[in-house]
């Protein structure tokens, strides 16, 4: 069983920045599609950014185009999530999820494997 764990949450203040890593038991395989979602108080779970292990191709939600960065360490096996300007609303548990099912669906029930998660709080 795949393990993924999840870290570099924590406090910052409005317009800070935070490197999350997601870090893999093994390595992944090259088609495993590897995406990071959140879920805000009261909110539901929201998708952020993927990345194709293999081919680095990368997609990103449309609220995050521009503020954030998703790459992977193919020696650490770890994928990093590089967040910038962030805003009170970006509050949240950040977790990384992976799958290798085709077609791609990035959303969290399409996903395989699962962390526990990064709490990230950003103070006004």
């Known amino acids: 069983q795949v393990q993924l764990v999840e870290s570099g949450g924590g406090l910052v203040r409005v317009g800070g920045s935070l490197r999350l890593s997601c870090a893999f038991s093994?390595?992944?395989?090259?088609?495993?599609?590897i995406g990071w979602f959140r879920r805000a108080p009261g909110r539901e779970r929201e998708f952020v950014a993927a990345v194709n292990w293999g081919a680095g191709n990368t997609v990103y939600d449309d609220a995050w185009k521009g503020r954030c960065a998703i790459f992977r360490d193919n020696a650490k096996n770890t994928v990093y999530l590089q967040m910038n300007s962030l805003k009170p609303e970006d509050t949240a548990v950040y977790y990384c999820?992976?799958?290798?099912?085709?077609?791609?669906?990035?959303?969290?029930?399409?996903?395989?494997?699962w962390g526990k998660g990064t709490l990230v709080t950003v103070s006004s």
């Open positions: 999820a992976a799958t290798r099912q085709r077609p791609v669906r990035l959303v969290w029930d399409g996903m395989d494997y």
């Open positions: 093994e390595r992944p395989v090259s088609n495993t599609a």
